[in-house]
């Protein structure tokens, strides 16, 4: 029955794919998420293959209700870009363009002065060792550790922290800036260099994580920008994106390769095994993991803020409290996971039920009565799609992105939502 649900499971996310593109000609952010969520599922049935043949992995047998509740939690989440797709919306009203130009220029000085750390990892060789030395992979991510463990909890190398807590508006604000009719060369030159900063620094410490959740970002903000971009521009972007991602394969490739070659399944096993894990342990403990961890990972910064003596500071204090549970943050379950094992599935589902009421609702879109087939939305409600979008891509089949000190990310583009809605009624009401 396991190969019945698994497969049950994928032919429900094509068909989704079926019906979504009956309802809008675009292929857009929600596109593209159903149908990474299609990739993912297929990966999961190679890998529940491969662990019932005792090739690698052990799973539990699969089971029909966890899917269900997977689903439904999923395409809720999808729910405020699902109808974003329905839509004609044809323009971004402007928001005060100092906020956004600001926020730019505080992105590309922290980009700015991270590139002598990126200068230091060149000229030691550390980096260029991954495309010829077999280890290289495997000790840098062993020394990336051993600084971790040194550094604890204290706050380093601020342009970094800055820059990382704003890798998810510089990419929305990238495109943003090529939707424009009167473009901003420098910034958007500026921001380019960001965003392939923050793409590289993970791999120059042997890590994959950041910089493949990075590139599943940029595609969502392409995708949800797409729309407000010109047939030229779409075109010029769609190469960039392909040399970018050929570009950091072999890095990749070479990370894979060093860390994994000598284990069991090999490179190619743990590849398999990265991107197909997560639906088969959400389905195993997803719904019951043995307790939760009462907000400790997704809540985490706002826990620390209320009650930092009882609140674990990374994921090791985390794992160390909750040593009992089944399933913890070691491996990879899904953000609706996430959820679930910090506050169980009942407040689960209640929490997304709220937060996507709050985003539907927020990002209605203004019809002009003069354009009955088109329409506009502010650039602050775009922020919100991109939000569901950036939590969607991200942890399709890895863990909620704004978990841990990640939630910096949120805070920010919050911060920005805030600002730019706030400048915008101040308009209105001029």
């Not at 993970?202 to 971009?229: D, E």
């Not at 399709?396 to 911060?415: E, M, P, Q, S, V």
């Amino acid at each position: 029955m396991s190969y019945l649900w698994l497969i049950g499971y994928l032919l429900v996310w094509v068909l989704t794919l079926v019906v979504y593109r009956t309802r809008g000609r675009e292929r857009d952010a929600g596109w593209l998420i159903i149908v990474s969520y299609i990739c993912y599922a297929v990966f999961s049935i190679i890998l529940f293959k491969q662990s019932a043949n005792g090739e690698y992995y052990t799973f539990l047998p699969m089971r029909f209700g966890p899917f269900v509740y997977l689903y439904a939690m999923l395409m809720l989440a999808l729910w405020p870009l699902r109808r974003f797709h329905r839509t004609e919306v044809s323009e971004i009203n402007p928001p005060a363009m100092w906020i956004v130009n600001a926020t730019s220029i505080l992105i590309i000085l922290s980009a700015l002065l991270c590139i002598p750390l990126v200068i230091r990892h060149l000229q030691d060789g550390s980096f260029m060792n991954l495309l010829h030395d077999s280890s290289a992979g495997k000790e840098l991510y062993s020394e990336m550790l051993e600084e971790s463990a040194e550094a604890g909890s204290g706050i380093s190398n601020i342009p970094s922290i800055i820059l990382n807590a704003f890798t998810d508006i510089a990419l929305l604000l990238f495109f943003y800036y090529l939707s424009l009719k009167e473009r901003h060369p420098w910034l958007i030159a500026g921001l380019s260099i960001a965003i392939v900063i923050v793409l590289l620094t993970p791999i120059m410490s042997g890590l994959r994580s950041n910089t493949i959740t990075t590139l599943l970002t940029l595609f969502g903000a392409f995708f949800l920008m797409r729309r407000f971009l010109s047939e030229r521009i779409r075109r010029w972007v769609n190469v960039a994106i392909v040399c970018v991602v050929v570009g950091l394969s072999l890095p990749l490739a070479a990370i894979t390769l060093s860390r994994f070659d000598q284990r069991q399944g090999g490179a190619a096993g743990s590849v398999v095994y990265y991107i197909g894990q997560a639906n088969l342990n959400f389905n195993n403990y997803g719904l019951d993991a043995g307790g939760i961890r009462y907000g400790d990972r997704t809540m985490n910064l706002f826990k620390r803020v209320i009650d930092p003596y009882n609140t674990p500071k990374n994921y090791q204090e985390r794992r160390d409290k909750y040593p009992d549970l089944k399933m913890d943050d070691n491996i990879f379950y899904t953000f609706v996971g996430d959820f679930t094992l910090d506050f169980g599935p009942w407040k689960a589902v209640l929490i997304f039920i709220v937060f996507n009421c709050w985003v539907v609702l927020a990002t209605r879109p203004k019809t002009d009565p003069e354009q009955p087939t088109g329409g506009t939305i502010a650039f602050h409600q775009m922020l919100l799609l991109y939000m569901v979008t950036c939590i969607c891509m991200q942890g399709g089949f890895w863990l909620y992105g704004y978990a841990d000190t990640a939630g910096l990310r949120l805070i920010c583009l919050l911060l920005l939502y805030f600002s730019t809605k706030i400048f915008a009624q101040v308009k209105k009401n001029a």
